[in-house]
């Protein structure tokens, strides 16, 4: 989205050297795998699988708007129906958790399949409107359908046993099996973004009427990263249902959308870390916050807004411009 | 008692009259939102909760300092749109020469500073506002009870909604206004003041944001969630409208309301994303909306 915006400075394509950039991508992904393995010594487990979880939906989020340059305001849809579905069939269906979290994962890439083929009919603003409209739409269906558990949720959700030997309800082993999904997932994006597809997204997000005039189909393009985004947000919300044994309202209600948009900004969007390190701010923030009630509302607000007028790059956006490397 | 498709005629033009009313909130909010997306290219996300501050302005001005509803009804979209020129100047204007989509983070951002800080100070179970004594009570028409009211919101939006796309398309000042929307540069050029037209025009768009609110207040509980769900909703009939025409937008409006509260007597289950659903068939048969002229 913000191709008109702010022009590609000239020492940002100099330092366009795929090798090196990939080296340095991969140490920073070592050092992440590396954190991970040591951080349940440092915090409070559970607190750092949530945490998780979200920096694996706002990564889902930035592949579409910072890679495809699509805004959407919806994505709480996909998060909190697949988190939804996960629930249920772990609980009520008995299902094992890998195959709860597939289920949820499943829904939420047909969802986005459905969504996104109608919002991309439309462009910019009313795109973001349309998502918007859709997942409130979900919303309404998640209040009044019986298995959602209205008002109250799916609570209790069994942990169960990966692949029926690993015990979940242990809180480390659970603890490494939503690592380990989020470095893949993170991986995943990082596959994507860096593939011959991520290269033409990229040039469609740019400029779209060239790419066109290339020969490109955007609409196609538009759509695969948009039902990507979708399940990998899903597989986010599906896993997340699991660690909190609990999917509630709050994971498909508009608020979430504007979380994560909030994370993705705040820490860099089109940034491949950006969006992890935004996401741990705020999780952090609504940790400390909780007590405040309304006033954790308020405090993201502010930050929103100075993110907008004074910030719109991003922590890893700053990082990454005085480096002079993408990150 | 008469009975159309076996539903009880009063049942059926009750709900017909409130489709009438939600229809009437959702011409005026939509109508505030094309009107500032004509000249600022942004859509305001703040609008909702803009709306709820007309409504507790009005609330406020009633407990706090003793004045009724009919001053009211003109001193808050006052003071809401005020609020909103400042927002505009300060804050919004930055952002005239970046993508489109910040001005909507920005108003969302700031919707959410408004909301939280109504909740911190007046908590979400909602407030009373009194029907003002000349419109309590109601009149039979024969076939149905109106509450006089409710016959008022409907005719008074109505009237502002008409007066607003008079003033656009009959006025110089509407002129100038159309003019700015088509080549800012050139109107500036011709010796018109577009920063201030564009301010106003802000101002004006929260006003009957805030005008909607006030209305609202004695139907609705005054709580300050009371918009953000309605907002969404309106960028739903936004979408299946087109913000091309001012006209467009009113019609849509009632039109939508109309079929909600249809929905709500036949098929009461969908009668919370049946707009949704329209939203997805205009996309599918014609995705600019039905009086819109971009691609």
């Known amino acids: 989205m913000s191709a008109k915006a702010e022009p590609v400075s000239a020492d940002a394509i100099l330092v366009d050297r795929p090798t090196r950039n990939k080296r340095l991508h991969m140490t920073v992904f070592l050092a992440l795998a590396g954190l991970l393995l040591i951080a349940p010594s440092l915090f409070y487990p559970f607190f750092l699988m949530k945490l998780l979880c979200f ?58 399949l459905v969504f996104g083929a109608l919002a991309i009919r439309r462009q910019g603003i009313y795109f973001a409107m349309v998502t918007l409209a859709f997942a409130q739409m979900t919303y309404f269906f998640a209040l009044q359908a019986p298995f959602t558990g209205g008002e109250d949720g799916i609570q209790a959700v069994p942990q169960g046993y990966l692949f029926g030997f690993l015990d979940l309800s242990d809180t480390m082993t659970l603890y490494y099996v939503v690592a380990a999904i989020f470095l893949l997932g ?52 599906a896993t997340k249902a699991i660690v909190v044994q609990l999917a509630s309202l709050t994971d498909v209600y508009w608020g979430m959308s504007g979380e994560v948009v909030l994370m993705t900004l705040l820490g860099g969007m089109g940034t491949i870390f950006g969006p992890m390190v935004g996401a741990a701010i705020i999780i952090t923030m609504q940790n400390y916050l909780a007590s405040l009630g309304a006033w954790v509302t308020v405090v993201q607000g502010v930050v929103f807004v100075i993110a907008v007028l004074l910030f719109r790059e991003g922590i890893v956006g700053v990082l990454s411009k005085w480096i002079k490397k993408p990150l | 008692m008469a009975e159309i498709f076996s539903i009880p005629s009063a049942a059926l033009y009750g709900q017909l009259l409130l489709g009438f009313i939600n229809g009437a909130f959702y011409a005026t909010l939509s109508l505030g ?180 609110g006030v209305l609202a207040a004695p139907i609705y509980a005054v709580n300050p969630m009371m918009g953000s769900n309605l907002i969404i909703v309106v960028f739903a009939v936004v979408v299946i409208g087109g913000m091309g025409s001012i006209l467009g937008a009113i019609v849509t409006g009632f ?41």
């Open chain 2, 33 to 212: 939102l094309a009107v500032i997306f004509g000249l600022l290219n942004i859509i305001n996300f703040t609008h909702g909760a803009q709306y709820m501050m007309g409504a507790f302005v009005g609330w406020m001005l009633l407990t706090y300092l003793g004045i009724g509803y009919w001053p009211a009804l003109v001193l808050a979209p006052l003071i809401v749109g005020a609020i909103g020129m400042v927002i505009e100047r300060t804050m919004i204007s930055r952002l005239y020469k970046l993508d489109h989509l910040y001005g909507l983070l920005l108003t969302f951002g700031l919707a959410l500073i408004i909301e939280g800080l109504f909740r911190n100070g007046y908590g979400v179970s909602g407030l009373a506002y009194a029907i003002p004594p000349q419109l309590s009570g109601g009149v039979n028409l024969g076939f149905m009870f109106l509450p006089l009211y409710r016959g008022w919101v409907v005719v008074a939006s109505l009237v502002v909604c008409l007066a607003t796309w008079f003033i656009i398309e009959k006025t110089r000042l509407g002129a100038y206004l159309r003019a700015a929307t088509e080549n800012p540069t050139l109107v500036q050029a011709f010796g018109i003041n577009v920063p201030l037209l564009v301010t106003l025009t802000y101002g004006f768009g929260v006003a009957l944001a805030g005008f909607a």
């Open chain 2, 255 to 295: 039109a939508l309301g109309l079929i909600e509260g249809l929905t709500k007597v036949f098929y009461p289950e969908a009668a919370a994303t049946v707009i949704f659903v329209i939203m997805a068939l205009v996309l599918l048969v014609k995705p600019a909306g039905l009086f819109g002229k971009e691609g």
């Open chain 1, 186 to 237: 993170v991986l995943l994006i990082y596959r994507i973004v860096h593939s011959p597809f991520g290269q033409v997204l990229k040039a469609i997000r740019d400029n779209e009427p060239r790419a066109v005039s290339l020969g490109y189909r955007a609409d196609h393009y538009k759509l695969a990263v948009f039902v990507l985004s979708a399940t990998l947000a899903g597989l986010a919300g």
């Open chain 1, 55 to 112: 920096a694996l939906f706002a990564s889902a989020f930035n592949l579409l708007l910072g890679y495809g340059g699509l805004l959407s305001f919806g994505h709480a849809a996909y998060f909190g129906m697949a988190s939804y579905v996960s629930a249920h069939a772990a609980k009520v269906w008995d299902l094992s958790p890998e195959l709860a979290i597939l289920a949820g994962t499943t829904t939420a890439a047909a969802l986005g």
